[in-house]
């Protein structure tokens, strides 16, 4: 059951364009930008939906249009250079050195970016994304704690970051898988640790591309994620201005989900296609 406070939050859609949606979005987000240095634009998607995907890469380029500092922040794990590579045959240790050689030319994340589009295991999102990042010369940020390499959606727990995110929450395990509870606690921290630290050098508006478990929590198993462990709780406790716009309609919040502060503004709209496909994807570039 949700509190008198949380009613007033109990989502509402109605299915709009794509367009419709980011420009919203946008709009929110450029509102809020007014009266700081820096905001997030989280967009939540189910990473099944094609439109939620246009609905981000159109966000992006109303931004660059409107000749905003734009940065893009991916639910990507930021060692996915390294990750394409080990997949590739390369050795760990050459890996390193191969990341490191890169580290000055990547400084923009167009490198991983198009390593990650090059060997084809990128999913519809993730590609259109990027390449729409790269089209407008938009810095990309892989924003996701480190994960294995191998098929298991688990994390890397030789990461340094992430072992320092385990050890302030006491976390202590030899195996943490992605979506499970402690998975998306160290991966929200992570996301919300990067985020914070490039947005204070860069100012200007950053664009999440996330799925929308992350950011308010979800009630229902597997993907269980309690509020106090989502984006929008971190965010809260980090400062971090943000506007986040769920876009997926069968959400059931988790019971301590609450209204958001100050700092940021929750929005619940649905996008849907208005054109074929081809037409929309177009409308991105």
């Not at 589009?117 to 999913?123: A, E, I, N, T, V």
């Amino acid at each position: 059951m949700f509190t008198e406070q949380q009613k007033i939050f109990r989502p509402h859609y109605e299915p709009l364009k794509t367009a419709e949606v980011a420009q919203k979005a946008v709009d929110a987000a450029l509102q809020m930008l007014r009266k700081t240095q820096s905001v997030v634009l989280a967009m939540g998607e189910d990473h099944i939906s094609s439109a939620q995907n246009i609905s981000q890469a159109l966000a992006l380029k109303a931004l660059v249009a409107n000749k905003e500092k734009v940065t893009l922040f991916m639910e990507l794990p930021h060692n996915v250079l390294s990750w394409v590579l080990r997949r590739r045959g390369f050795q760990a240790d050459h890996v390193a050195k191969l990341v490191k050689a890169a580290a000055v030319d990547n400084a923009n994340g167009h490198m991983s970016a198009r390593a990650l589009l090059d060997s084809g295991r990128s999913s519809f999102g993730a590609t259109l994304l990027l390449t729409s990042a790269l089209y407008h010369d938009v810095k990309i940020v892989f924003a996701d704690a480190a994960r294995e390499y191998t098929d298991q959606f688990v994390l890397d727990l030789s990461d340094s970051t992430t072992r320092e995110i385990m050890k302030d929450i006491g976390l202590e395990k030899d195996k943490i898988e992605c979506a499970k509870p402690d998975g998306m606690e160290v991966r929200n921290r992570h996301m919300t640790g990067i985020i914070k630290r490039e947005l204070k050098k860069t100012g200007g508006v950053g664009i999440l591309a996330t799925g929308f478990v992350h950011l308010h929590g979800v009630e229902e198993a597997p993907n269980v994620c309690l509020h106090k462990r989502s984006l929008s709780a971190l965010f809260e406790n980090a400062c971090i201005p943000s506007v986040m716009v769920n876009m997926c309609s069968n959400v059931k919040f988790p019971p301590d989900y609450t209204a958001p502060e100050k700092t940021q503004r929750h929005m619940f709209l649905k996008p849907c296609f208005s054109a074929p496909l081809k037409t929309e994807i177009r409308a991105c570039f």
